[in-house]
């Protein structure tokens, strides 16, 4: 297991799956409300520079329930890369506590904090990332289809920081992952080499959403103004018509596939009412599957695992 958790390309397949493994066992032991406390004694502290509901309450219920204590430091905590230099917090923040988790906008101080701090960085989202999200999001697809290799994904949307997590992921398990974004809103062209290198999963790109989910067992979506971009959300909304997943776009898979989302949902705009709320809907699934993924990367981390 490498020091931090920064990128899913940090870590093996075999990795991977041990993470999936143990967090498997977190939740049932979550789920039982077990007295078990391997991170008694410890603290995390938790910068957010972006703020997040789901990011904070899973992080810091899972540090708290799995015996230690987390601390949140809000924007106006720390002025990472303003008010301070990012090496500094990184050297502080070590001196304090066992672990650091990071929610950022800018990837590069996620870097120069793994970098200075003597204890594991975990990413819980940059603008170029956000691979706890994605894990979360496999172990789940893993308890509801039983298989994690040759799944096929069509993902609609912006090719944001989520489809950087979905391809670094396809550079390590085997998945077929078809990507539906509009001209000017395709994935970063460098990840999206560096999974095609990998030589493991078959990656389409289009623009034509009805095309990316034939066939598909997932058909999962984004925001398509993401925190940071809400200036442009007029714009964004123009052109992503057409890309909102509808029960008509479902039907389109031609068979049963699961539809999936990150959260925050924009209902009637990226997906509408009737997908979140019908019964092939997985996305609080995804969402509760967030604690218990992180509870093993940070176990696994901490050498607790």
Known sequence: MPDHFLH????????IRAVFDLAATTKARFRARD???????????????????RTRVSF???????????LYLGPGDIGIGQREAVQDIARVLSRYNDMIMARLFDHSHLLALAEHATVPVVNGLTDYNHPCQIMADMFTIGEQLARRSEVHIAYIGDGNNIVNSWLRLA?????????????????DAETLALARAAGLSEISVTADPKEAVQGADIVYTDVWASMGQKDEAEARRRAFAGFTVTPELMAA?????????????ERGFEVTDEVMEAPYSIVFDQAENRMHVQNAIMLTLLGKG
Not at 8 to 15: G, N, P, S, Y
Not at 171 to 187: D, F, Q, V
């Open 8 to 15: 899913i390309t940090d870590l093996t397949a075999d990795e």
């Open 35 to 53: 007295d078990w406390r391997p991170l008694q004694g410890m603290t995390l502290a938790m910068i957010f520079a972006k703020p997040s509901a």
């Open 60 to 70: 810091e219920t899972g540090f708290h329930r799995l015996g230690g204590h987390a």
């Open 171 to 187: 550079a390590r398990l085997p998945l077929r992952l078809a990507l539906a974004c509009p001209e000017g809103y395709r994935p």
């Open 253 to 265: 898979t031609g068979r049963e596939s699961l539809f999936m989302h990150c959260l925050p949902a």
